[in-house]
């Protein structure tokens, strides 16, 4: 039943205006979010189109920010009238793809190390949205290239539990001569604490024992990122 008012509805619009016709004749740029995102839910409800779906769904974000869709649970999505599992799904399965491959191209195109601020466009999307502390440890090779990067601990929402032999396990597998640790602030502050600084000093040691050089820190925020190198914390 749905489906038939979703049809009808739709096509009482003009062809320019219908997500799927529009972004065939005139490309995926120049379609708005909330038509991008009508065509990721496919159908609306009885008594609406998916574009009007879509756009109540970014209204009721915060600040009608797009990116605040990252971190809506699935059960939060379902309980935005007119979403249910499957639609929940849906966009949950989109915000993980859009997030791989963002990382994806990023590591692509940044391979060589030169700043903190590649590590920060690295990670950014994977990580300023996450709700629990997450501990990452980069692996590089001689020439500053990134070999890959790991998931070491996961902590709580105020703090990781990291452990030496976890942290340097990988590296010393991988062969790799030096490393870069990397992990968020679900708070979306990445302003260090004491714990940081005092964790880091432990894994620098730990790290001069086995001859692996850790050559930075970075903190993720909302956005924002802090390096503990540049900030003479190391």
């Known amino acids: 039943m749905s489906k038939i008012g979703q049809s009808v509805t739709m096509k009482k619009l003009p062809v320019c205006e219908r997500p799927y016709e529009k972004l065939e ?17 496919k159908t609306g409800t009885r008594n609406e189109t998916s574009v009007s779906l879509a756009q109540k769904i970014i209204m009721q974000l915060e600040d009608s920010s797009i990116t605040s ?3 809506l649970s699935l059960e939060q999505l379902r309980n935005i009238r007119g979403i249910g599992k499957v639609k ?7 915000l993980e ?11 692509d195109r940044k391979k060589e190390v030169n700043s903190p601020g590649d590590i920060s466009s690295l990670l950014m999307e994977e990580m300023r949205h996450l709700k629990k502390e997450v501990f990452k440890v ?9 070999i890959r ?8 929402l105020t703090a990781s539990i990291v452990h030496p032999r976890e942290v340097f396990c990988e590296a010393v597998k991988a062969g790799c001569s030096g490393i870069i640790f990397a992990h968020n602030h679900p708070s979306g502050d990445p302003e260090p604490s004491q714990e940081d600084v005092e ?26 990122y802090v390096s503990l190198k540049e900030r003479g914390l190391m």
């Open 199 to 224: 964790t880091t000093g432990r894994l620098i040691a730990g790290g001069n024992i086995l001859g692996i050089r850790v050559l930075d820190h970075i903190i993720i925020g909302d956005g924002r």
């Open 88 to 94: 929940a799904i849906q966009i949950k399965a989109m």
């Open 97 to 107: 793809f859009s997030k791989r491959m963002a990382s994806a191209f990023i590591t």
């Open 25 to 41: 004749g005139y490309g995926p740029e120049m379609l708005s979010n909330a038509e991008l995102l009508a065509i990721i839910i």
């Open 149 to 156: 990067h790991v998931n070491v601990s996961v902590g709580s």
């Open 138 to 146: 980069v692996l590089m090779n001689s020439k500053n290239r990134i």
């Open 69 to 71: 869709l990252h971190g």
